[in-house]
């Protein structure tokens, strides 16, 4: 029986629906009826009701005690550090998505994988269309929909601020095993795909960028060997379509040629401004430090800043700070023991080829949380396991 293993109903429909609501939008926020709404935060909320039931139908109740168990020493210790009550739940809120991808995992909901990849892909890509065109020939709608003190500024800067840039080097990763697909489906995939390496390069995240480079230079060279006239020319129409698309930009973006040579040529070349230079982050790291030193390595609790650099925030742009300092050592070993549980079901996948492709992924996504926090509150550990599952289930059910 199929529930032996990992069950299915329409919870998991309505769960991977709702997964693709996010993934289509190109910014998390949406401005309908005079109001900015946050889409992407009620669809998490929606996500962790409908799991939570899931948990208590499963019969998983040390789970649930743990959790709750969690939270409120951790609420308390925050409020004795000085936050306040409105501080605290806001903070745990911004834990939702990692809370979800542990119930993702315990409760082990999953969908068709082929529909799975095909769809996320699609709805990122149509994100990243959205975004785009939004941010460079419709200021004025973009201006509602993203919180920043000088907008104009943020014109000028000139780069894209896509909310799926976290899904890039998950979905570019479809291209070590393209054989699984038909060529109906590739015809599908491949323009989706090289829109999502767009709308990521477009980003300007350095790291993110960096990533994308050693992805593709894997890629060419386990392919190198195998490379066919149809493939070659297939490079050459990305290539072209690629350069066509930076052109045009380029028309529209006056800060393109400064973007290109500050934050990607030069950190290249071995030359870093001010603005790239990781010295001008040494003040906040030292405050990072000083509060993991100050509480002992045992948390200071939600809602305690982590930093007042330039203001006080209680978010970190590395994944580790953002499980050490609000709960010490107890939250990084929750944190390394769910990196464990994912890397083992990644290791159940019997296609050795996109075994190989999500262990990567995991290693570059894990390397570019040391500048940019993608597992804390971001959706991308969701998706990430959502995505595992579904490989399981579907090994699960041809046994």
């Known amino acids: 029986m199929l529930n032996k293993y990992i069950s299915q109903n329409k919870s998991d429909f309505v769960i991977f629906l709702l997964l693709l609501i996010t ?8 401005f309908i009826f005079g109001q900015k709404i946050n ?6 909320i929606a996500l962790f009701v409908i799991l939570f039931f899931k948990i208590i139908a499963q019969k998983k109740f040390l789970l649930i005690i743990s959790f709750v168990l969690f939270v409120a020493y951790f609420s308390i210790l925050g409020y004795f550090n000085g936050a306040s009550a409105k501080g605290i739940y806001m903070h745990i809120f911004t834990y939702i998505p990692f809370i979800n991808a542990l119930l993702l995992i315990k409760t082990g909901t999953y969908y068709p994988i082929k529909k799975v990849l095909i769809y996320f892909t699609v709805a990122t890509a149509i994100g990243a269309l959205y975004a785009i065109v939004i941010r460079f020939y419709f200021p004025d709608i973009l201006m509602k929909v993203i919180d920043v003190e000088d907008f104009d500024a943020f014109i000028q800067w000139g780069r894209l601020p896509w909310a799926g840039a976290l899904m890039v080097i998950l979905l570019i990763s479809q291209m070590f095993f393209l054989n699984i697909y038909r ?10 795909l090289l829109l999502i390496f767009i709308g990521g390069f477009f980003t300007f995240n350095r790291t993110l960028i960096f990533a994308l480079f050693i ?5 060419i060279l386990i392919q190198i060997r195998n490379l066919r006239f149809k493939n070659i020319f297939l ?3 990305g290539f072209f379509v690629v350069s066509y698309v930076f052109s045009s930009w380029a028309n529209v973006n006056e800060n393109f040629d400064n973007l290109l040579q500050g934050r990607i040529l030069d950190p290249l070349s071995g030359k870093l401004n001010a603005d790239s230079d990781i010295s001008s982050r040494y003040m906040l790291y030292d405050q990072y430090i000083d509060n993991i030193k100050g509480s002992y390595f045992l948390g200071n609790g939600f809602g305690v800043p982590y930093s007042t650099i330039p203001e006080e925030r209680v978010w970190a742009d590395v994944t580790l700070v953002s499980f050490l300092i609000p709960f010490g050592l107890l ?8 990196i464990k549980k994912l890397y083992s079901n990644i290791k159940l996948i019997q296609n050795r080829k996109i075994k190989n492709a999500f262990t990567l992924v995991l290693i570059l996504q894990l390397l570019i949380s040391l500048n940019d926090d993608l597992w804390s509150h971001k959706n991308f550990p969701m998706y990430f396991v959502f995505i595992i599952n579904s490989f399981i289930a579907q090994k699960k059910i041809r046994n």
């Open 215 to 219: 992805m593709i230079l894997l890629l």
């Open 23 to 30: 993934l289509a939008q190109g910014f998390s926020s949406i």
């Open 39 to 44: 889409i992407i935060a009620y669809v998490n």
């Open 331 to 338: 939250g990084l070993a929750v944190f390394f023991g769910f």
């Open 183 to 192: 060529n109906e489906e590739k015809i599908i995939l491949v323009p989706a």
């Open 235 to 237: 490079i050459f129409i």
